[in-house]
């Protein structure tokens, strides 16, 4: 039991602001977050220990928000293609201003689903590369390429 606890508070926040960046609503991201955990220590012996187990987390949260999605047309409605506009920006510790924080996410919504989302979690999650190419299930070069060519496409729209 001990585990669990240590388990939830090392990852906790983690979990929590994955959510909270897919979600825009932090009561939703918060009762994702206690189901991702609920849900992780059911599971528990499913986990194999072949990526980190804050990658296994966001998956099960992932999965959890695609379900909500699924059954809440209103939050699916609002597409997948509006999520993160309030997060916090950190291109390699760069700090943006508001204006410019705007200006980048409205960029964002022209990349595709996918790279939209290794830059989200690049970003915000600040998950390596290679976590985010397990959270994805892909390798670690493509969530490489794929945040670098969608930190082009957004610089060619300059």
Do not use: P
Request: net charge neutral; aromatic share 12%.
């Amino acid at each position: 039991m001990q585990d669990i606890e240590k388990i939830y508070e090392k990852y906790f926040e983690t979990v929590n602001k994955y959510l909270f960046c897919l979600t825009k609503n932090s009561d939703l991201a918060e009762e994702l977050t206690q189901e991702t955990f609920y849900r992780a220590v059911k599971k528990i012996g499913t986990y194999k220990g072949d990526c980190k187990i804050s990658v296994w987390l966001c998956q099960i949260a992932k999965n959890l928000w695609y379900d909500e999605c699924r059954k809440n047309k209103k939050l699916a409605n609002k597409d997948y293609d509006l999520l993160n506009l309030e997060a916090e920006e950190k291109v390699e510790d760069e700090v943006i201003s508001k204006d410019e924080k705007i200006t980048l996410y409205k960029k964002m919504q022209s990349l595709d689903e996918k790279t939209r989302e290794v830059i989200y979690l690049r970003i915000t999650g600040e998950l390596s590369f290679k976590e985010i190419g397990d959270v994805l299930n892909k390798s670690e070069n493509w969530a490489r390429v794929t945040f670098y060519r969608g930190k082009q496409k957004m610089k060619e729209g300059d």
